[in-house]
C-alpha cells in the first residue's frame, strides 16, 4: 500500500489509543462518519456540534433511563442522571432546595483553606505529584465537607471511586476490582445518612433530609430514602471524578502552552472565563451515553430503536463548523457555549461547584507556581469509561 492508505476508520473509547489523543480519531468521524456504528461493542455515536447539541436537549428520543455509558443497564439506584422527565424534573426539584448556589458560594473560604492546607504539605519541595497532592483531594474534600463526610473517611471513598471507574484496555465491562470498589462505596453511604438522621448537622446531607416541595394534593414531597441515597452516591463519585479530571488535564495544557499560562498567571481575573475554553477544550467527560427510543434517520443512516448512542461531547466541543479553530487553546476566546457540563434538563447540578473548586485552585497554583514544569515521561493517564481524559500521576517541578 501506499503511505497515503489511510487507516480504517475505528473508534472504541475504551482503547488506550484513545485515551491517550482521541482528537485525531474525532475528526475523522466529523469528517467521515458523523453517524459511526460499533457493531462490535453496540452502539452508534454522534460526534458533530449540532447533532450532540439536538440530542442532549432531546429526552424524549435519547433516553438517559437506560443509563449514561455503554455498559450499563437501567440502575436499581434511582439518581437523577439515569432518569428522564418527569421523575427527573421531581427529584431535580427536592435536591435543588438543599443543594442551593448560596450553599456552594458559602464553600470559598473552606476551599481556599484546603488548598492553603495542601501547598503546606508540599512545602519547600522541588517537586511533587499534583495528582496525589491537589486535584485528586480538592473535589472530595470539598463534597465531602458539605455533605459532612468524617476526615477519616474521605481517603477510603476517593480510592473506592477510582477503583470504580478503572477499565482495562478495549472493555468496557468493569473488571472484578471496580465491581468490588462499587459494592464497598454503596456501603459506605447508608451510615452516613443515618448518623444525620439521628442528629441533623448543618451540612448537605442533613438539608436533603429536611427538603421538601408542596404536591398538587397539598401534601409534602420528600426524597426517599433510596433517592437519597443515590444523589449521595452520585455527588460523591461524579463530583470528585470529573473535576479531578479536569484540574490535571488544565495544569497539563496550561505547561504544554505556557504563552496561555502566562496569560491567567498575569491577570488571575481571567481564570473563571478560561476554565470554560478548558472545558471546551478537553472535557473530562468525553461522551454520554443514550438509548434512541425510536428509529431515527441522520446522515444517511438509520439507528434503530433501542439502540445505545453515545453523544461525544469531546467531539462536538472542537467541532470547526461551531468554532473557529478548536485545536487552539485560547484562554481568551469569548465563549459563551459548550456542552462540557451537559445542557437541558441534565445540566450538571455540580456546575458551579466545579468551578468554584477550579478557579480557586488554579488562582493558588498559578500565584504560588507560575512556570512550573511537568516531568511527562513520568506522568500517567486514566483509563476508566466515560470519564476518562485525565491524570493518574502528574509529577510537577516547581
Not at 65 to 94: N, Y
Not at 103 to 119: C, K, T
Not at 139 to 165: C, F, K
Not at 318 to 333: A, H, S, W
Amino acid at each position: 500500500m501506499g503511505q497515503s492508505a489511510e487507516r480504517v476508520l475505528e473508534y472504541n473509547p475504551f482503547s488506550y489509543d484513545i485515551h491517550d489523543d482521541p482528537y485525531p480519531t474525532y475528526r475523522r468521524l466529523r469528517d467521515e462518519a458523523p453517524v459511526y456504528h460499533n457493531p462490535e461493542l453496540g452502539f452508534f455515536t454522534l460526534s458533530r456540534w449540532d447533532d450532540v447539541w439536538t440530542a442532549t436537549r432531546d429526552w424524549e428520543t435519547f433516553s438517559s433511563a437506560q443509563g449514561v455509558t455503554i455498559e450499563h443497564g437501567k440502575s436499581r439506584i434511582p439518581m437523577m442522571i439515569l432518569m428522564d422527565p418527569p421523575d427527573h424534573a421531581r427529584l431535580r426539584g427536592l435536591v435543588s432546595r438543599a443543594f442551593t448556589p448560596k450553599r456552594i458560594a458559602d464553600m470559598e473560604p473552606a476551599i481556599r483553606e484546603l488548598m492553603h492546607q495542601y501547598a503546606d504539605a508540599v512545602g519547600k519541595a522541588a517537586e511533587f505529584d499534583a495528582v496525589e497532592a491537589i486535584a485528586n483531594r480538592l473535589p472530595m474534600d470539598a463534597i465531602s465537607t458539605m455533605l459532612g463526610v468524617p476526615e477519616g473517611q474521605r481517603e477510603r471513598l476517593r480510592d473506592l471511586g477510582n477503583r470504580m471507574s478503572f477499565r482495562e484496555p478495549g472493555n468496557p465491562t468493569p473488571p472484578t476490582s471496580a465491581r468490588e470498589a462499587s459494592r464497598e462505596f454503596a456501603a459506605e453511604i447508608p451510615p452516613l445518612i443515618e448518623a444525620r438522621r439521628r442528629e441533623p448537622q448543618d451540612d448537605l446531607i442533613s438539608a436533603l433530609l429536611a427538603a421538601e416541595v408542596e404536591r398538587e394534593d397539598g401534601q409534602a414531597d420528600r426524597l426517599t430514602p433510596e433517592e437519597l441515597f443515590g444523589f449521595v452516591q452520585l455527588l460523591n463519585f461524579a463530583g470528585n471524578e470529573t473535576t479531578a479530571k479536569l484540574l490535571s488535564t488544565a495544569l497539563y495544557w496550561l505547561w504544554r502552552y505556557p504563552e496561555q499560562r502566562q496569560i491567567l498567571a498575569d491577570e488571575p481575573a481571567m481564570i473563571a472565563p478560561a476554565i470554560e475554553e478548558m472545558l471546551r477544550y478537553d472535557t473530562p467527560s468525553q461522551y454520554q451515553g443514550r438509548v434512541a427510543t425510536r428509529d431515527v434517520e441522520l446522515h444517511g443512516v438509520r439507528i434503530p430503536e433501542g439502540s445505545r448512542v453515545l453523544l461525544v461531547t469531546g467531539a462536538a466541543n472542537r467541532d470547526e463548523r461551531r468554532f473557529d479553530d478548536p485545536d487552539r487553546l485560547d484562554v481568551r476566546r469569548d465563549l459563551s457555549t459548550h456542552l462540557s457540563f451537559g445542557w437541558g434538563h441534565h445540566l450538571c447540578l455540580g456546575k458551579s461547584l466545579a468551578r468554584l473548586e477550579l478557579r480557586v485552585a488554579l488562582e493558588a497554583i498559578l500565584s504560588q507556581w507560575p512556570e512550573y514544569e511537568i516531568e511527562i515521561e513520568r506522568a500517567e493517564r486514566i483509563h476508566g469509561g466515560n470519564v476518562q481524559r485525565g491524570f493518574s500521576k502528574l509529577p510537577l517541578r516547581v
